[in-house]
């Protein structure tokens, strides 16, 4: 089966740095996405990993270890419109998606 | 570019009646088409994908009679919700694949808001 895991909620400081982390099991792998999604939005996207290591987009950062089946979205000096969920998706294979839970992130000021 | 647009972005109908939601991809040609559905601070769901031309492939737990979708070209694709019932009020969200931009990213569209009373 397919499985995608990520924290629920999470909280931090304006200007600070966090860390949301996505484990997955899937079937086949041919890319992980991360997206932004703000409140009754659409999921934006954020950054793509196919090969392992750091993406570095500006004040986001995405990683991927396709051994370990993990990635993470670093969001450095976090603005409060930063606030929204974030999307970890896994594409097991051609271009379907398979989304994780979900991370809703607050920041606070 | 990779624009996707959706209509309606909300609607309201009675219980029993249908409601057909159109998703275009406005400056490429969308290879493939997704429909998901999202519940109130839950993540996407995927309920189908459609090609141009050809049927498309549900979910487990998707019912096809319940959910139609036609494909009818390159830029649009639309999803039916037939004899519509308040459990199938939710956020409706499509998007679409094949324009440019990185590995096999999906492009989405706005979203739609289905209250059913």
């Known amino acids: ?29 041919n890319g992980l996405f991360w997206y932004q999604q703000h409140a009754g939005e659409a999921p934006t996207f954020l950054s793509y990993n196919v090969l392992d290591g750091l993406e570095e987009k500006g004040r986001f950062s995405s990683f991927l270890s396709r051994s370990k089946g993990y990635s993470y979205l ?20 051609t271009d379907k998606l398979i989304f994780g839970t979900g991370t809703r992130l607050q920041v606070f000021p | 570019g990779a624009v996707v647009s959706q209509h309606p972005s909300r609607v309201i ?31 996407l769901m995927l309920m189908a994908t459609s090609n141009e031309g050809s049927k498309a492939t549900y979910e487990q737990g998707v019912e096809k009679d319940k959910f139609l979708i036609n494909h009818a070209s ?3 694709s639309t999803l039916t919700v037939t004899s519509a019932h308040p459990e199938d009020s939710s956020f409706y969200i499509c998007s679409a694949s094949g324009g440019s931009g990185s590995g096999n ?9 289905l209250t059913v009373l």
């Open chain 1, 1 to 29: 089966g397919q499985n995608i895991d990520q924290p629920t909620e999470m909280t931090a400081t304006e200007g600070a740095i966090v860390q949301i982390n996505c484990t997955y099991q899937t079937s086949g792998f």
């Open chain 2, 13 to 43: 109908c009675k219980s029993g009646t249908s409601v057909k939601i159109e998703c275009r991809s406005l400056d490429f040609q969308a290879t493939t088409m997704f429909w998901y559905r999202q519940f109130p601070k839950k993540s």
């Open chain 2, 74 to 76: 390159l830029t649009l």
């Open chain 1, 74 to 93: 670093l969001l450095k000096e976090l603005q409060m419109k930063d606030s929204a969920s974030y999307l970890c998706a896994v594409s097991p294979y």
């Open chain 2, 105 to 113: 990213e999906q492009f989405f569209g706005p979203g739609t808001r």
